[in-house]
């Protein structure tokens, strides 16, 4: 039988993390054990799996944050040498790293994406990183982005909202910022990992009124995108995704399909291959034959089946059946 190869892959960089998020444990990851980031793969490392998994055109490069990777650059002027897309999801603390990078990538003509992570306005959103600054310095990222955007830079630049019971009020504040300043805007429900995140067993609850309230502010997001456009098939799907995410948080109705161990997969710093970065369940490394890494249709089956896996509503690793 013909195996479906993936197209799309998330890689973390890193997990060394400069910020200290109330909803996510990554950073603690090195302070626990230091001597773990001594297992980081090397760039050659990396550079080779690109080229063995020639069906992905397509990561999403996370962390931590990706711009403490000492080859965050040279990853990234691989993957565009060698014709693949990318965005880079970072904290947006490390201003002038981070403008440097968009200026020296600012030579190649195809387009890539930044997607900085602002989970309020303010004080909120430094509250949620630990970190006082964090939304000044996400800001100031912005806005050196959009300059060097203007300039002629080739990026396609965007925010990225988490929903949680610590932000659940700031999700229209947050999508009135991207339109303000013309730029992508994605969010997502909180999610849990016991081995990415390692958050599972500080799992938080929506109360009913936050859940009319979040629900309110996607309605009003929702008409707010239709209104003036003709609504289109991508438009109508977006749409129908974020309700899909409502109702699967609220009431643990999946009406999505996962593509995780079809066409995507989790590429973790010390080379290990999952299906996503949720369903601890590791399928290979990077020394392995993708051949033999994307062949157990045991777990395929598992992850098919809704029953099993119903363990996140996830924007990248799931496609909507409501539309
Ligand atoms: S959510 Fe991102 S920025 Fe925050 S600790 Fe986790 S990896 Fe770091
Ligand atoms: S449903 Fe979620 S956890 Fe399960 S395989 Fe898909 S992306 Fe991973």
């Not at 565009?80 to 990318?86: D, E, P, T």
């Not at 003709?230 to 409502?246: C, G, I, V």
């Not at 062949?295 to 089946?305: G, P, S, V």
């Amino acid at each position: 039988m013909q195996l479906l190869m993936p197209t799309s892959c998330a890689f973390a960089i890193t997990y060394k993390c400069n910020s200290r998020c109330t909803m996510c444990n990554i950073w603690q990851k090195y302070e626990k054990d230091p001597q773990a980031y001594q297992k980081e793969i090397r760039s050659d490392q990396f550079f080779a799996f690109v080229k063995k998994w020639q069906t992905i055109t397509s990561y999403n490069i996370v962390g931590g944050e990706p711009f403490l990777s000492p080859y965050i650059e040279d990853a990234a002027l691989f993957l565009l040498s060698n014709g693949k897309n990318f965005t880079v999801t970072t904290n947006g603390v490390l201003s002038s790293k981070i403008t440097d990078f968009v200026t020296k990538l600012s030579t190649f003509p195809q387009q890539y994406g930044i997607s900085i992570s602002l989970d309020a306005i303010g004080e909120i959103h430094d509250k949620m990183r630990g970190r006082r600054k964090s939304y000044e310095r996400a800001m100031q990222t912005l806005k050196n982005l959009i300059q060097t955007k203007e300039n002629g830079s080739n990026i396609r630049l965007s925010i990225h909202f988490t929903l949680s019971p610590l932000n659940y009020s700031q999700l229209w504040q947050v999508y009135e910022l991207t339109k303000e300043l013309k730029l992508g805007f994605r969010f997502n429900f909180m999610a849990y990992s016991d081995f990415y995140f390692e958050n599972k067993d500080t799992r938080m609850k929506f109360t009913e009124t936050q859940f009319n309230i979040i629900e309110n502010q996607i309605n009003k997001i929702i008409s707010d995108e239709r209104n003036g456009k003709n609504t289109n098939d991508k438009l109508e799907k977006r749409h129908a995704h974020f309700r899909a995410m409502l109702a699967y948080e609220k009431n643990q109705v999946k009406n999505m399909l996962c593509t995780a161990y079809t066409t995507h997969m989790y590429l973790d710093p010390y080379g290990a291959i999952y299906p996503c970065c949720f369903l601890n369940k590791k399928v290979g490394t990077i020394d392995d034959p993708p051949e033999v890494v994307w062949a157990n249709e045991e777990l395929k089956e598992f992850i098919k089946c809704d029953c099993k896996c119903n363990i996140c509503p996830h924007w990248f690793e799931s496609v909507c059946l409501m539309s």
